[in-house]
């Protein structure tokens, strides 16, 4: 599969997974309009859930959920994205940009491509997350991303396996640009990983002692002040 094949399907694969789950989330947000339901009500927001649950339920009867084949597809298909050039990754991720239901489905799989790391500790597995991340260009919330990206760093290395590589190649396909859910461009986020802070304050990346980011990957990665 070359890269605008890859856009193209994942773009169709986007825009299904919004669809299926566009009535889900407005049963939601009406059931809790309609009950006055606030995000401090624990015990509306107990009712709430349950009736989603219920309502999601008789919904999928008709309705299959499209996640496995979603998964599937990123677990056969993810080189046509690594073996792309940077630009055929801007463009791939720009065909189904500001979608967050997709982009949440991405991060999730991020998560569940570490725990497959941590089973098998197959670099595929490393690879593939990197690649979602990728896609998912901290769209969510880049502490979201920094989070899943640790996981992926920590779980490769107790499996034996250098990151480092895996993750300068996934910056070279990254965003140079600002994400929408954060400040600092994926490329550099990822770079950041495979960086001492010292290296990195040298290259103006964004690893001041005191920054958050600096201190996050730093614990991540078991390096001391």
């Known amino acids: 599969m070359d890269a605008k094949e890859f856009q193209d399907k994942i773009k169709g694969y986007a825009e ?3 669809a299926w789950k566009k009535p889900i989330l407005e049963f939601h947000e009406k059931f809790r309009k309609e009950h006055d339901i606030d995000y401090s009500d ?4 107990e009712r709430l859930e349950q009736a989603a649950q219920e309502f999601t339920e008789k919904y999928l009867t008709q309705n299959p ?3 496995e084949n979603i998964h599937t597809f990123l677990d056969q298909e993810y080189e046509a994205y690594l073996n792309a050039i940077q630009e055929e990754c801007d463009a791939i991720r720009a065909s189904f940009s ?12 991020v998560y569940d491509a570490a725990e497959k790391l941590r089973s098998t500790k197959d670099v595929k597995w490393l ?10 260009n901290s769209g969510m919330d ?7 990206l640790g996981e992926l760093y920590k779980v490769a290395t107790v499996a034996g396996i250098d990151p480092n590589p895996y993750f300068q190649k996934a910056a070279s396909l990254a965003s140079r640009e600002k994400p929408r859910g954060g400040s600092t461009p994926l490329n550099i986020l990822l770079e950041s990983y495979t960086k001492t802070p010292e290296e990195s304050a040298k290259a103006e990346v964004r690893e001041i002692k005191t920054d958050p980011l600096s201190i996050f990957i730093r614990f991540i990665k078991g390096e001391k002040e």
Request: zero cysteines; aromatic letters at 10%.
């Open 98 to 109: 500001i979608n967050r239901d997709f982009e949440n489905l991405l991060l999730e799989y």
């Open 65 to 67: 959920d499209p996640t």
């Open 142 to 148: 880049y502490r979201d991303t920094i989070t899943s």
């Open 42 to 45: 624990s015990e509306g927001l």
């Open 127 to 136: 690879e593939r997350g990197l690649v979602a991340a990728s896609l998912e």
């Open 16 to 18: 299904q997974y919004q």
